[in-house]
C-alpha cells in the first residue's frame, strides 16, 4: 500500500518535505501553548513541524482516515520526541466538542476529498474552533506562474480542487462564522488561506 514511509519519500520527491512543512508552520499564528487539530493529516507533518516551532510547548492532535498514516505518524513523532495525539476518522465528522482548539489546519488534504465533504468539514471546523480561533486551509490552487507548476500539472489532472481552483472557501467558511485574514502562495499550486472565527 502507498502510505507511511513510502508516502513521505513520495511528497519529498513532488516538494513536500521537511523545508515545505516548515514554511506552512511559518505563515500561521502561533503561540506556545495553543491546542492544534491537524485534519486529514497524514503522517503528522504539519504537527510535527508545528510542535518543533514552538519548542514543543503545543498541544497536537491529527485526524485521518488511513491507519496506514496513522501508524506511521505515531512512529515518527516517537522517533522526534514530538507528542501527537491521533484518531481515525473523518474530516467531516470530528469526534471532538465544541469549541476546543485554537487552530485547526488542513495541508492539501482537501483535494483529497469531495466538495460535500469539504463543506461539512468546514460547518465541523467552525463547531470545535474557540471563538477568535483560526482555522487555516492549505490547499493546491490556481497556479501562479512557476517551473513547479508545469512539472505538477499532471498532478492536478487528478485531483477534484474546485473549490480552490475557483476560490470558493472564502465564502464557505463566512457562511460558518470564519472570515479571511490572510492569502499567501506558498508554492506557485499552493496557497494558504488562513480564517478567524468571530464572535
Known amino acids: 500500500m502507498f502510505g507511511g514511509k513510502h508516502y513521505d519519500i513520495f511528497a519529498t520527491i513532488l516538494g513536500f518535505g521537511k523545508s515545505y512543512y516548515e514554511k506552512v508552520a511559518s505563515v500561521l499564528p502561533l503561540e506556545e501553548g495553543i491546542c492544534v487539530l491537524d485534519i486529514g493529516c497524514g503522517t503528522a507533518s504539519v504537527g510535527i513541524a508545528i510542535s518543533e516551532n514552538l519548542g514543543g510547548n503545543v498541544c497536537i492532535h491529527g485526524l ?3 491507519g496506514v498514516q496513522l501508524g506511521y505518524a505515531a512512529y515518527k513523532g516517537k522517533k522526534m520526541k514530538v507528542s501527537v495525539n491521533l484518531y481515525k ?10 469549541e476546543v482548539f485554537d487552530l485547526v489546519v488542513s495541508s492539501v488534504a482537501f483535494c483529497e476529498t469531495t466538495s460535500d465533504v469539504r463543506k461539512s468539514a468546514i460547518r465541523e471546523v467552525s463547531r470545535v474552533l474557540k471563538d477568535d480561533g ?5 490547499d493546491c ?7 513547479d507548476t508545469v ?9 477534484e480542487n ?6 470558493n472557501y472564502p465564502d464557505i467558511c463566512r457562511e460558518n462564522g470564519l472570515d479571511l485574514e490572510k492569502d499567501v502562495y506558498l508554492k506557485s499550486y499552493v496557497k494558504c488561506q ?6
Open 64 to 66: 485521518d482516515l488511513s
Open 89 to 98: 476518522g473523518s474530516m467531516d465528522m470530528l469526534p471532538f466538542a465544541a
Open 134 to 138: 483560526y482555522f487555516a486551509i492549505v
Open 141 to 147: 490552487s490556481k497556479p501562479i506562474f512557476g517551473l
Open 151 to 159: 512539472m505538477m500539472l499532471p498532478f492536478f489532472m487528478f485531483k
Open 162 to 167: 474546485a473549490d480552490s481552483w475557483n476560490n
Open 194 to 199: 488562513l480564517f478567524r472565527k468571530h464572535y
